[in-house]
């Protein structure tokens, strides 16, 4: 069985080797990779440590150098065997996953009504919409180089149908598995590809920007991008990107088939410079099925000899209309002034039956700004005794009563060193809050502040970050003590009916002494009275 023995700085100060030795699983895991799922890609071979690897070269992940070590030892049997070389072995070539008699693509609905690149429903009168007459892929011009849009009677034909050989199969994207969609040629003679997947690839691009044409640099892809396994898809065929946010890997028009989060935004250097592209996956950003240009067919969707969507109705039946309340809340539309808030429609040029120049509607509004972390601290109270609520107000004479508190695990603190995100804190382990600069908050608060909200699960967000223990999430760390939700909830409500008992206490030690300082003030007052008539 194979172990890995850690010799991190964090590790280091573990005295037994056996508390720093783990499973290969297990270590990928704890250096913070253990969304990836793929041990024998992320532990690599630094250069210099053995003797096929000198000093200078890449490291090579593991998996690839015992492949390597595996495929060695049977060549040199078969070698001894049949006293002879051994047969050579074409190699697989990636980017012809497509032509192999085994592949199936995956079949999808495009959106007449939206972009296949850009999955933009707006076109302009100087960017209009066009759509090709025989599979009906609709694209922007600039989208896919198209410098003139064509006439409404004169006929367009995209790439693909317009090199499509009579007999053979319609070309296949090389990056990805879905069929159809605006296929461009690449530099490598019967290598198409999406455009969406060149601009989602970070290692392609395109010779012409004007023409949108050859896409080139296929060869160029890492060849660790070729081996992610698709989420969405469950394949290896073609090239993925993997989350902002974690190493969950998917193909991009898979990741927009199934709702991901998918946006392209301007960089740094403003509209002239480089683009950013953001994706994150289900678990960090709520997928939107439905709401894309791209969707699984169902119902009564179906294609064509040719490709193209013959019946639309399994697609109407999965578009989801969003409500638009009534701006005109008291009477007609043309009684209400225009003033802010309302712009003229831009989508479609006038000429079609989807057109909606010449209305006015809302503009949308923004969403608010995520609030700056001293907005939300100054929504907290300071450290120190907890707010009283209006029924403990009530006076009441009976005190609740005082538990023994639970005993915690052998070896367990009452308060633990956590971080998130870069962000120290402490764990009360009982009443499982947090303490981050001089406030009391829950540990879901806390997990919003170090900017990781959207998960929603803090145990996993956490991490212990206290020398007496090793890197861990919070999660693992309760797991090893023993602690599982039911003892955390057994710990949670002893601890909260010891603070109500303390509170009451408190509330009735206050009375005591306002009581007090009123009868020693009225007292004081008739005694200055009577000196002052004497």
């Not at 280091?12 to 041990?39: D, L, M, N, Y």
């Not at 970070?202 to 060869?219: A, F, H, L």
């Not at 009976?398 to 764990?427: D, F, I, M, R, Y």
Request: some cysteine; proline content about 8%.
């Amino acid at each position: 069985e194979m172990k890995v023995i850690c010799n991190s700085v964090c590790c280091s100060k573990v005295a037994t080797e056996q508390e720093r030795t783990f499973t290969p699983i297990r270590w990928e895991a704890h250096c913070g990779a253990g969304a990836a799922k793929k041990w024998k890609a992320t532990i690599k071979i630094e250069p210099g440590t053995l003797p096929e690897l000198p000093r200078g070269c890449v490291p090579v992940p593991i998996g690839r150098w015992m492949m390597g070590q595996s495929d060695q030892a049977g060549a040199d049997q078969d070698q001894k065997a049949t006293e002879g070389p051994k047969a050579p072995v074409a190699p697989l070539i990636p980017w012809e996953a497509a032509n192999d008699k085994d592949f199936s693509p995956v079949k999808a609905i495009w959106s007449p009504d939206r972009c296949a690149v850009c999955d933009i429903d707006v076109d302009y009168d100087f960017d209009q919409f066009v759509s090709c007459d025989q599979c009906g892929i609709t694209v922007h011009q600039s989208c896919y180089g198209i410098a003139e849009a064509p006439d409404m009677d004169d006929m367009w034909l995209c790439r693909a149908c317009e090199k499509k050989e009579e007999g053979k199969p319609a070309p296949q994207c090389c990056l990805c598995p879905i069929e159809g969609g605006a296929l461009k040629e690449t530099t490598i003679p019967g290598v198409w590809c999406h455009v969406a997947c060149m601009q989602w690839t970070p290692e392609v691009t395109v010779q012409n920007v004007d023409r949108m044409e050859p896409i080139e640099n296929i060869k160029g892809i890492q060849k660790e991008r070729w081996e992610l396994l698709c989420t969405v898809c469950k394949r290896r065929m073609g090239a993925g990107i993997q989350c902002d946010r974690c190493f969950t890997s998917y193909h991009p028009l898979c990741a927009r088939m199934a709702g991901y989060f998918l946006a392209i935004e301007e960089g740094e250097e403003g509209p002239d410079g480089p683009v950013k592209h953001i994706s994150f996956c289900s678990k960090h950003h709520k997928p939107q099925p439905g709401k894309t240009g791209l969707s699984k067919p169902s119902g009564g969707a179906s294609h064509g000899a040719n490709g193209a969507l013959g019946d639309i109705s399994g697609y109407i039946r999965n578009i989801v209309l969003p409500y638009f309340r009534p701006a005109a809340l008291g009477g007609a539309v043309r009684c209400e002034p225009l003033g802010e808030g309302w712009v003229r429609d831009t989508k479609g040029t006038g000429r079609g039956i989807g057109s909606v120049a010449g209305f006015w509607i809302p503009e949308k509004l923004q969403p608010p700004p995520r609030p700056a972390e001293e907005d939300l601290l100054d929504d907290l109270p300071l450290k120190g005794p907890r707010r009283k609520d209006s029924k403990e107000e009530e006076e009441d004479d009976t005190p609740p009563p005082l538990e023994e508190p639970l005993p915690l695990p052998t070896g367990c603190p009452e308060h633990v060193k956590v971080s998130c995100n870069g962000k120290q804190a402490v764990l009360n382990l009982r009443s499982q809050r947090i303490e981050y600069k001089g406030h009391d908050m829950a540990a879901s608060r806390f997990e919003q502040i170090c900017g990781k909200g959207d998960s929603k699960k803090w145990k996993t967000s956490l991490s212990i970050d206290d020398p007496h223990w090793p890197v861990q999430s919070v999660a693992e760390w309760l797991n090893a003590l023993g602690l599982d939700r039911k003892a955390l909830q057994a710990l949670l409500e002893n601890t909260a009916q010891r603070d109500r008992h303390f509170a009451w206490w408190d509330r009735r030690v206050e009375s005591q002494v306002e009581d007090t300082m009123e009868e020693m003030l009225s007292f004081t007052v008739r005694m200055c009275g009577g000196e002052k008539e004497g």
